[in-house]
């Protein structure tokens, strides 16, 4: 079965970037036709889709984040990795690595998540 696994620092400065690696097990991330996506949750709020890499490595991004995210890969460790620039205690929230058929929320596998808190 396929596993993921969020890993990354819990504490972020504010201006700083948010990096967190997503290391996927049980299938590759180049397998047709899966997008490997990053959503958030912060506190008492819902999940928000940041963005995906497909399977062929073109990336997708929520319009309203695209301008400070970035999401890349690294085939040769089936990993792939989340940048969160210039990001603020807003940014604090439970960060979770999914697959899905679609750039979108919908999805069958899931990692934990992971938190992250932006705070000095």
């Known amino acids: 079965q396929v596993q993921l696994q969020e890993s990354g620092p819990g504490l972020v400065k504010p201006s700083q970037t948010l990096s967190l690696t997503c290391t996927v097990s049980g299938g590759s991330i180049t397998t047709n036709y899966y997008y490997w996506s990053w959503i958030r949750q912060p506190p008492g709020k819902g999940l928000e889709w940041m963005g995906a890499?497909?399977?062929?490595?073109?990336?997708y991004y929520s319009p309203s984040l695209k301008s400070r995210t970035s999401i890349s890969r690294d085939t040769s460790k089936n990993q792939f990795t989340l940048q969160l620039s210039s990001v603020t205690p807003e940014h604090t929230a439970v960060y979770y690595c999914a697959r899905a058929p679609l750039p979108s929320l919908e999805s069958a596998y899931w990692g934990q998540g992971t938190q992250v808190t932006v705070s000095s």
């Open positions: 890499i497909a399977y062929s490595g073109s990336t």
